[in-house]
């Protein structure tokens, strides 16, 4: 390599170095780095505001409102006592997984009034397994209604009928059948997140009451454990 050569290289590179050097530090200056944080830093720390950070916290129940536009929902820390409640705004799509109880990990920043306008939203919902032994069948549920209707607790197996899954709030979140292409399907109301495993013609087993309209208000929802 000639002399001129080496000094075009050395140059260029010079160059890049300079330049990656002022995007870091712009992103730095601006909040473009998310600082982990906790969800009391958030609420006690004012240095925040402004600033980019990232917050874990369970989706605290009845705190959003299923379609509104911004979405705008409230997490909290299960794992210590009055951490408080942080707000998060959110105006894309939301998660399947969302729901009552979620983890929810949010990317966004700081406004004055103490809540995240979220840039990046992440949910997970733990996957429960359950045998499907003693549960009833989606036909003995819906031949009984009248028998089974505003009863204790039912547990409930089926398969998940394919296009039924529905956004988190929604009267019907989904419909399950004992067979996934034929039967008739029983409407399941629930506020809770759904595992990630969860999806069209996953065999489940649902526990929870069927209320007046024969829908199934549901309290927890589990894969069967023969498929685990």
């Known amino acids: 390599m000639n002399k001129r050569a080496k000094q075009r ?19 730095t ?107 009833l069948t989606v036909n003995d549920v819906l031949n009984r209604a009248d028998e089974f209707e505003g009863a204790a607790t039912l547990k409930v197996t089926g398969f998940v009928v394919p296009d039924s899954i529905k956004d988190a709030g929604a009267p019907v979140r989904f419909q399950i059948a004992d067979d996934v292409d034929a039967g008739t399907p029983l409407d399941v109301a629930f506020g809770g997140g759904l595992p990630d495993e969860f999806g069209d013609g996953a065999k489940v087993v649902i526990t929870g009451s069927l209320e007046r309209g024969r829908i199934f208000q549901c309290a927890e929802v589990a894969l069967d454990k023969a498929s685990k």
């Open 29 to 135: 200056q601006s909040g473009g780095v998310a600082t982990p944080v906790s969800i009391a830093d958030v609420l006690a720390d004012e240095t925040l505001v402004g600033k980019q950070v990232e917050v874990t916290g369970q989706v605290v129940a009845g705190s959003w409102v299923s379609g509104a536009k911004p979405f705008v929902f409230e997490i909290e820390d299960a794992e210590a006592e009055d951490s408080g409640r942080l707000g998060v705004v959110w105006n894309d799509v939301v998660p399947g997984s969302f729901g009552d109880g979620t983890t929810a990990t949010v990317t966004g920043t700081v406004s004055e009034d103490g809540t995240i306008e979220a840039k990046y939203l992440v949910t997970k919902c733990p996957s429960k397994y359950e045998s499907a032994t003693g549960a």
């Open 9 to 27: 290289l050395i140059g260029v590179t010079i160059l890049v170095f300079v330049v990656v050097g002022v995007l870091v530090l712009y992103a």
